[in-house]
């Protein structure tokens, strides 16, 4: 089995995205299919209609944010939590919180997007109450700093809230390096991962926050991987 770090994930992502022409969208709406696919199976095992998905601002986030687009088509109810700040997001962030906001325009059912801050943290516990599923797209492979204010705020709710929790790429607030917690960190049943596991999950003390790994394909040519090994 393959494991990489997060430098080398970035490595092959850029060399897709500059070299083969894949664009970042194109990876992330790939990737946004699988782990639906995932969400979806879950829901349906556990006869679940309501699910809420946290997001950082970064890829992760963006992620995050195309799966709720794809749980909204299939009839599910979605909340979707934003934290950071949205002149900072990535492009590819950007694009896909752009295509919610115009399907918000011309459909009442909506995705109902809340952006969470120190000042509204204490709604959360209240919105979530009903969801079947949390979907964890807060941070991703590039999480390097400790964790703290409303991040922190958010992932101790996320845990403590009872409800199945699967995380996109990486538990949000785990060192996908080393597999140690950064100050606080998702426990989630399962963990969704892009195309290769993550050095960080070869640590024993990462099985607490993973969970389940499931490995999913979002249409990285094998050779390019060699190229980096």
């Known amino acids: 089995m393959i494991n990489v770090n997060a430098e080398t994930m970035r490595s092959i992502d850029k060399y897709c995205i500059e070299v083969l022409g894949i664009s970042g969208m194109i990876l ?3 990737a946004a299919i699988k782990i639906f696919t995932e969400v979806k199976n879950e829901l349906v095992k556990n006869n679940g209609q309501y699910i809420s998905i946290f997001c950082g601002v970064g890829n992760n986030g963006g992620d995050g944010l195309a799966v709720a687009r794809h749980l909204y088509l299939s009839g599910y109810t979605v909340n979707v939590f934003i934290l950071g700040k949205l002149e900072k997001a990535s492009n590819d962030f950007k694009e896909n919180f752009k295509i919610i906001n115009n399907i918000n325009k011309f459909d009442d059912m909506k995705i109902n997007i809340e952006m969470v801050t120190e000042e509204n943290i204490n709604f959360i516990n209240e919105k979530i109450r009903n969801s079947h599923i949390i979907l964890d797209g807060i941070f ?6 400790k964790v703290e204010g409303v991040y922190k705020e958010v992932i101790l709710t996320i845990n403590e809230s009872g409800k199945h929790i699967m995380s996109i790429d990486v538990p949000s607030g785990l060192d996908s390096d080393n597999g140690i917690e950064l100050g606080a960190a998702v426990r989630a049943n399962k963990t969704i991962t ?4 993550k050095n960080g999950f070869l640590n ?12 999913v394909d979002i249409g990285i040519p094998d050779f390019v991987i060699n190229k980096f090994l």
């Open 28 to 30: 992330m709406e790939n």
């Open 140 to 145: 991703g492979t590039g999480l390097k700093r």
């Open 194 to 197: 892009l195309q290769l596991k």
């Open 204 to 215: 024993e003390q990462a099985r607490k926050y993973c969970g389940k790994i499931k490995i």
